[in-house]
């Protein structure tokens, strides 16, 4: 059974920093993707940031050049250092790990954390 077990979230101030981490258990693919969601109160969920087994990136537009998605596939850890932060960044963020095999999609999601920015 996949489990993404995500560290907790917390409260920083405008232009701070925070760190999230997400190790995954029981994945039973040898090449899949790994990244974070996030959920604002009355939004969609959107897209932070995912890192593939070959270290491809892609960022949501509105974090660029502020978060980064270090991954450690030895320990089936992803990681989101998260730099410049804005009140806007305020969201419960997901992991999320997905692979195809067969033609056939899956995908795995995280409890989800909380992160707060505010002064």
């Known amino acids: 059974q996949v489990q993404l077990v995500e560290s907790e979230g917390g409260l920083a101030q405008p232009g701070g920093s925070l760190r999230l981490s997400c190790t995954a258990s029981?994945?039973?693919?040898?090449?899949?993707?790994m990244g974070w969601y996030r959920q604002a109160p009355g939004k969609q969920r959107e897209l932070v940031a995912v890192?593939?087994?070959?270290?491809?990136?892609n960022y949501g537009d509105s974090v660029k050049g502020r978060f980064t998605i270090p991954r450690d596939n030895a320990n089936k850890t992803v990681c989101m250092q998260m730099n410049a932060l804005k009140p806007e960044d305020t969201a419960v963020y997901y992991c999320?790990?997905?692979?195809?095999?067969?033609?056939?999609?899956?995908?795995?999601w995280g409890q989800g954390t909380q992160v707060t920015v505010s002064s």
């Open positions: 999320h790990v997905c692979s195809e095999l067969e033609e056939i999609f899956y995908d795995y």
């Open positions: 029981g994945i039973p693919f040898n090449v899949y993707t």
């Open positions: 890192i593939t087994s070959g270290g491809t990136t």
